[in-house]
C-alpha cells in the first residue's frame, strides 16, 4: 500500500512538475515568437528609380527579410513582375505586402492589382492614401471600397489595409477617420499601423493597437522626433516607445511582419535603412 501511495504521490509530483515547466516556458515561447522585417521600398525610392533590381539586391544583402513595394509597381508589365518575382526567390527575400494608391483597389482595377499580387507573393494589398475625403460620410465609403476588395482577394489568400498618415487620426467632426474605417471595416482588412505618423498627431500608438486587437497586420517602423528633426531621425532616436509596441503587436496586435521606413535622416538612405535595421534587431531582442 505504502508504494502506491509512494508511486501516486511520485506522478502527481512529476505532473505538477511538468506543469509549471510548461507555464515558465511560454513566455518564453512567446519572447522566441519570430516575425520577418522588411524595408518599405520607399526608404530608397531615388535609388529605386535608377536601378530596381540592384536595390533589392542591396537591401537582401542587408540582411532584410521582406520589401514592400509602392504604388509604381503597378505599372510593371506581367513579365517584369515575373522577373522581379524570380530574383526575390533567388535572394530568398519575399514581398509580404505592397503599398497602393486607392485606385489599385477600386473596381476598375483591382484585377491587374490581384494578378501582380499573386505573382510577388504578397499576402496584404494596403491603400497608401485615400486621396480627398469629405466628412465622416466620406470615410465611410472609403471603409466600403476596403470591405468590397476584402471580397475579391479573399479567394486569392490576400487582405486589404489601410496605411494611416497624420490625416487619419486628426478628428472630423468630433472622430477620427481611423475609428471610422476600424469601426466600418470587417475584421479581414489591416490597419497597418504607421509608427512615425501616428505619434506626430499626437495618438499613442500602443493603445491604438490594444484597441484593435488582430487588426494590426503590418507596422511601418518609422521614427518621429519632438526633437527638431522630425522624421530626420534614425529608429531608436526619436518618441516611440518601440519595446511597448513590439509587445503589443506581438500579443494582441495579430502583427505578421515589420517594415523599417526610413524618411530621411543625416547619411545616405541605403547608409541608413542598413543602420535602421541593426537597431531594429537590437531594440526587438
Known amino acids: 500500500m505504502r508504494r502506491v501511495l509512494s508511486s501516486m504521490a511520485m506522478a502527481q509530483h512529476i505532473s505538477r512538475r511538468s506543469l509549471l515547466a510548461a507555464a515558465a516556458a511560454t513566455p518564453l515561447a512567446f519572447a522566441a515568437k519570430k516575425v520577418p522585417v522588411g524595408l518599405e521600398l520607399f526608404s530608397v525610392r531615388d535609388e529605386l528609380k535608377q536601378d530596381l533590381m540592384g536595390t533589392v539586391k542591396r537591401v537582401a544583402k542587408m540582411g532584410y527579410e521582406t520589401v514592400e513595394f509602392y504604388s509604381p509597381y503597378t505599372e510593371w508589365s506581367i513579365e517584369q513582375t515575373k522577373d522581379m518575382r524570380k530574383l526575390m526567390d533567388d535572394l530568398k ?104 505618423t501616428c505619434i506626430e498627431a499626437g495618438v499613442d500608438p500602443v493603445a491604438w493597437i490594444k484597441k484593435n486587437p488582430g487588426r494590426i497586420g503590418s507596422m511601418h517602423c518609422k521614427e518621429w522626433s519632438s526633437k527638431g528633426k522630425g522624421y530626420r531621425v534614425l529608429l531608436g532616436e526619436g518618441d516611440a516607445p518601440w519595446k ?42
Open 244 to 285: 511597448e509596441l513590439f509587445k503589443a503587436a506581438e500579443s494582441v496586435g495579430g502583427i505578421e511582419h515589420y517594415l523599417v521606413e526610413q524618411e530621411g535622416a543625416d547619411i545616405p538612405p541605403f547608409e541608413a535603412s542598413e543602420q535602421c535595421l541593426k537597431i531594429f534587431r537590437k531594440l526587438h531582442s
Open 93 to 196: 527575400i519575399k514581398c509580404l505586402s505592397t503599398h497602393n494608391s486607392s485606385r489599385a483597389l477600386s473596381a476598375e482595377s483591382i484585377g491587374k492589382t490581384i494578378e501582380l499580387n499573386q505573382i510577388l507573393g504578397s499576402k496584404q494589398v494596403v491603400m497608401a492614401s485615400a486621396g480627398r475625403v469629405q466628412g465622416l460620410d466620406g470615410w465611410k465609403k472609403v471603409a466600403d471600397v476596403l470591405n468590397e476588395a476584402s471580397l475579391k482577394l479573399k479567394p486569392a489568400g490576400m487582405r486589404p489595409g489601410f496605411h494611416n498618415h497624420q490625416t487619419e487620426f486628426k478628428p472630423v467632426e468630433g472622430t477620427m477617420p481611423m475609428e471610422v474605417l476600424a469601426k466600418n471595416t470587417d475584421k479581414s482588412v489591416v490597419l497597418q499601423l504607421d509608427v512615425g
